[in-house]
């Protein structure tokens, strides 16, 4: 089995740097205290953890912790936070802010070792959930005639993930949901919408307008109406909520 890399954002516990140079789990890729190195380190290194301390020179670990999440998005690593900084502010601030836990030290490498353990385990979980919920979302846009290589069938499988993930966010399409999906495939908020838009109207002109009233169970159109982006996503997001 592959280790998972572990970089050290801080060069004070000894008793860490031991216990994970010996671990047949964890591979530990870097050792420092300086914000930047460290920065600098894990774009290049990719870990699978970061474990940091608050206080680093050059660069605080919330700048690093927002530079890591900005540059590198979903695949930024799992921070965990270690410090003797337990105020209860610079614990809510990291949660806040994306950290997956904050540990105050003195920290036992057992400890540490299991959260890791815990969050390998909550990225397994996941990893399988997303794929069911692709698949579903996929046998849906077969059915009702969306076609996998259009644009507009990646933007409308993004929209509905992120509506089953957060429902409320249909309620602000124009100002959340387009410029979401706009950064995720590096595009803009038009290109989404009318993306978004063809890839309906080609579901239309195939004629499966009934495949999409059988799936809902409901006579919800004719030929003659089309669902807005909107309301197709909320249609399906719904439909995918309802079933778990």
Same mark, same amino acid.
Do not use: C
């Given at each position: ?36 190195? /460290? ?72 400890? &540490? ?5 815990? &969050? ?35 933007? &409308? ?11 409320? *966010? *249909? ?20 290109? /989404? ?26 006579? *919800? ?14 249609? *399906? ?8």
């Amino acid at each position: 089995m592959e280790k998972q890399k572990i970089y050290l954002a801080d060069t004070e516990d000894k008793t860490l740097v031991d216990y994970f140079r010996k671990s047949d789990k964890y591979s530990l890729v870097g050792i420092s205290n300086d914000g930047n190195e /460290v920065l600098k380190d894990v774009l290049l290194l990719k870990p699978e953890f970061l474990i940091m301390e608050v206080m680093l020179s050059g660069m605080d670990g919330f700048m690093v912790m927002e530079e890591i999440k900005k540059e590198m998005k979903e695949a930024a690593p799992k921070i965990i936070f270690i410090s003797n900084l337990s105020h209860s502010g610079f614990v809510s601030k990291a949660i806040k802010e994306g950290a997956s836990y904050f540990m105050v030290k003195p920290v036992l490498p057992e400890n &540490l070792e299991q959260r890791l353990k815990d &969050l390998s385990k909550a990225k397994a979980s996941a990893q399988g959930e997303g794929k069911q919920l692709d698949e579903k979302i996929s046998n849906i846009f077969i059915s009702i005639g969306i076609p996998a290589h259009i644009k507009g069938y990646q933007f &409308l499988r993004e929209a509905v993930k992120l509506a089953v993930e957060e429902p409320e *966010i *249909i309620g602000s399409i124009t100002k959340r949901l387009y410029p979401t999906i706009a950064e995720r495939f590096d595009t803009s908020s038009s290109k /989404v919408e009318r993306g978004m838009r063809h890839a309906i109207e080609v579901a239309w002109n195939r004629g499966k307008i009934e495949n999409i009233n059988s799936l809902f169970g409901l006579k *919800i159109y004719n030929s003659n109406e089309k669902p807005t982006n909107g309301e197709l996503i909320a249609l *399906i997001a719904d439909k995918m909520i309802m079933e778990g």
